[in-house]
């Protein structure tokens, strides 16, 4: 008997063993911030999603959703009511392992690329951007524009000097995180003040 339980105890040891070729998981990685519609920011109550894929074995793969005031207890990043909390699923896989198609896939060298999308009511998806998943337990804020990306700044329905001496005044180094939600001097839409979004206007003036 006591021989029969220790050749189940291998067995389940060996099993174990086996077992840890599989996906490890990771923290959520979160990403929050406002929303950005055509005349200011999204609130809890209106009819807007927020959709992150990757791709994972070849294929696009939804990873998080949020549907504005799914969770309105988080509530106070960037001092407003009317936030989206994207959470998504991190998993590291081995080499030879494979992935089990619905988490972000962390691996020590290569940084998981995630496709950022807005769903407005029933209007088709907008592209929103991609963030870059590169660490365990990621927490980071950004605004997300549902419109589409436009170098006039002051919304007058112009593109010229006036837009340019505005996000000239902003331009504060390198890289300037967006301070204010859906900050329209952010016209590449990705999260920075800085010069791509000055060489962007540029192009489009000349
Ligand atoms: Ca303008
Ligand atoms: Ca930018």
Known sequence: ??????????????????????????PDAILHGQVCLTGGPAADTDDVSVIARTMVSGQ????????????????????????????????????????????????PSTPATVELFVREGTAPEAPAGT??????????????????????????????????ALLEQALGGPATPTTQPCDPKDINRDGYIDLKDFARLQDELS
């Open 131 to 164: 963030i870059l998943v590169d660490d365990r337990g990621m927490i980071r804020q950004r605004s997300l524009f549902g419109t589409a990306e436009t170098s006039d700044i002051n919304g007058d329905g112009q593109k010229n000097l006036e837009d340019h």
């Open 1 to 26: 008997m006591i021989r029969i339980m220790a050749f189940g105890v291998v067995i389940g040891l060996m099993a174990g063993v086996a077992r840890a070729g599989d996906t490890i998981p990771e």
């Open 60 to 107: 696009m793969v939804d990873v998080g959703t949020y549907k504005m005031g799914d969770q309105p207890s988080a509530s106070d990043c960037l001092g407003s009511a009317d936030c989206y909390v994207l959470r998504m699923r991190v998993e590291t896989v081995p080499q030879g392992a494979d992935p089990s198609g619905s988490a972000v896939v962390l691996s």
